[in-house]
């Protein structure tokens, strides 16, 4: 008879298209137990999940998966200066279209990790740290190192660069002359004008004042500039 009333209790919700029509036979057989002469059993059949708490749990799971970005941010600062580079790219952070490339770059050496990206203007950049190139002299012109601490400049460092994260055939053709020389002339004038072009002063006010910054940090605790 417990059967019997099972499958007819089954057959009622699937007419009325009931979500829950699959719990149904163990819902009755628990109805049946609990108020029948034999003991439980343990409770079985005493509590069964429903759509609305596995559609919680599933959301708290998603939840509970979620990367908060900041440690995102965090933990790749702290892999980029672990991984094992094969050149080092100078750059000037403050320079809104050069960031432009390095984001670029710095999305495509995610799959790579072989270039390690170093801000000469922030203000714990170490001329030492980096094959003796001061602020000055790398603000002139794309620098990058080698891992064996050759350093190169120009198209060449950009073709470098390129040719680490799979797009060498981007430059290429800059390796031979007189495509080569051609290449760096144009660098040059780009080089030497891009203060200009970017809407920055020239590099001698940008050297004042990171030199008038330096003597305020240097005088109190904390920098003002």
Not at 102 to 115: A, C, F, H, P, W
Not at 126 to 144: C, F, P, W
Not at 179 to 190: E, F, L, M, N, T
Request: charged content about 30%.
């Amino acid at each position: 008879m417990a059967l019997r009333g099972a499958a007819v209790a089954c057959i009622s919700a699937r007419k009325f298209n009931h979500p829950s029509s699959i719990l149904s036979i163990p819902r009755y057989l628990s109805l049946r137990f609990h108020h029948s002469s034999s003991p439980p059993l343990q409770g079985r059949f005493t509590s069964y999940p429903t759509l609305k708490t596995g559609f919680r749990d599933s959301i708290r799971a998603i939840h509970e998966a979620t990367v908060d970005p900041i440690t995102t941010k965090k933990q790749d600062e702290k892999e980029e200066s672990q991984q094992n580079w094969k050149i080092k790219m100078l750059y000037d952070g403050d320079c809104p279209l050069c960031m432009r490339e390095v984001n670029m770059l710095r999305e495509r050496n995610k799959s790579y990790g072989t270039i390690k990206f170093v801000d000469i203007s922030a203000e714990d950049y170490s001329a030492e740290d980096n094959q003796g190139l001061d602020y000055k002299t790398v603000m002139g012109r794309i620098h990058a190192v080698l891992s064996d601490g050759t350093v190169v400049t120009d198209v060449e460092a950009f073709r470098r660069l390129y040719e680490e994260v799979g797009l060498g055939w981007v430059y290429a053709i800059t390796k031979y002359e007189p495509v080569a020389s051609i290449a760096d002339a144009v660098y040059g004038v780009w080089a030497k004008y891009r203060l200009q072009i970017t809407g920055r002063p020239p590099l001698e006010e940008v050297l004042e004042a990171r030199k008038k910054k330096g003597e305020i940090c240097n005088d109190d605790s904390a920098c003002k500039m």
